[in-house]
């Protein structure tokens, strides 16, 4: 019986990390989050050095950079909305 008890928990903490890993895998983008093409809603650039320390990468996101920062392309704007 503690066999199956050991083997039961092992499972259980085996499974429990594995689950935690996969949550909190968010590749390039350090603490998690999306960042959706043509909205910048929610979004601070800094979290996602990926995409806005490049300015290629950000302008197929939709995003051209500003004197004032990161906004919308013009072209997105009009959009879906």
């Known amino acids: 019986m503690l066999n199956k008890t ?17 949550a909190s895998d968010s590749g390039s983008e350090p603490s998690g989050g999306h960042v959706m093409p043509g909205s910048l809603e929610g979004v601070n650039p800094v979290d996602h050095p990926g995409i806005f320390r ?28």
């Open 6 to 22: 050991k083997i039961a928990l092992a499972a259980a903490l085996i499974i429990g990390t594995a689950s935690v890993a996969l």
């Open 54 to 81: 490049n300015a290629t990468t950000a302008k197929s996101y939709g995003f051209v950079e500003t004197a004032h920062g990161w906004a919308v392309a013009p072209a997105q704007t009009s959009q879906g909305r």
